[in-house]
């Protein structure tokens, strides 16, 4: 039985009022109570933030140099409303070829580059050809800005086909 958002929004409201009860007929001086309860507040708006990493919501981080793609979606900008666009990848970290991590869905910013190469990968992965892909200089991508792009943080990917297991190579 899980409650979600709603319950701890509602267990929140019920120790803010637990609180101001205790504040208003306690015998604490004043500034006691103010922090108190600035304190209380404060936790809201921590907690608040805190559930989107929580939920599911992908990330931001860095993702892991060599991994394996399940899925991806691009949102394309909009330039009537001003938002910008989104690139999001499911990815599973590859540790070796045959260890996978737990899926992860991460957030890269709009780039026609990385769309031309998300929409030629997904044609693959429907073709049910497993891909996988590597950043290339995964710690410098997200600090360089690419000049011809206007500013836009480039990212460098590069997607390849899986290699069957069951099929080595007798090179």
């Known amino acids: ?4 958002i709603t ?3 509602a267990a929140y409201i019920i120790l803010g009022l637990l ?3 205790i504040n208003l007929y306690s015998k604490w001086s004043w500034p006691v109570k103010a922090m108190t309860i600035i304190i209380t507040s404060v936790f809201y708006v921590v907690t608040y933030y805190s ?3 929580l939920l599911g919501w992908p990330t931001t981080q860095h993702p892991p140099s060599q991994f394996r793609l399940i899925s991806a979606h691009v949102v394309q900008p909009n330039k009537e409303t001003g938002k910008e666009g989104s690139v999001y990848l499911w990815l599973t970290e590859i540790k070796n070829m045959s260890d996978s991590a737990e899926p992860r869905a991460y957030e890269l910013q709009y780039s026609s580059e ?3 190469r998300i929409i030629n990968v997904k044609s693959k992965l429907d ?3 497993k891909q996988m892909g590597e950043f290339k200089e995964p710690d410098d991508t997200f600090n360089q800005v690419d000049e011809q792009k206007r500013g836009m943080k480039s990212v460098h990917i590069e997607f390849y086909d899986l290699p069957d297991p069951l099929f080595q190579d007798k090179g």
Do not use: N, Q, V
């Open 1 to 4: 039985m899980a409650l979600g």
């Open 127 to 129: 073709k049910d050809i």
């Open 51 to 53: 559930f989107p990493p």
């Open 114 to 116: 990385l769309h031309e």
């Open 19 to 21: 609180l101001l009860s």
């Open 7 to 9: 319950g701890i929004i």
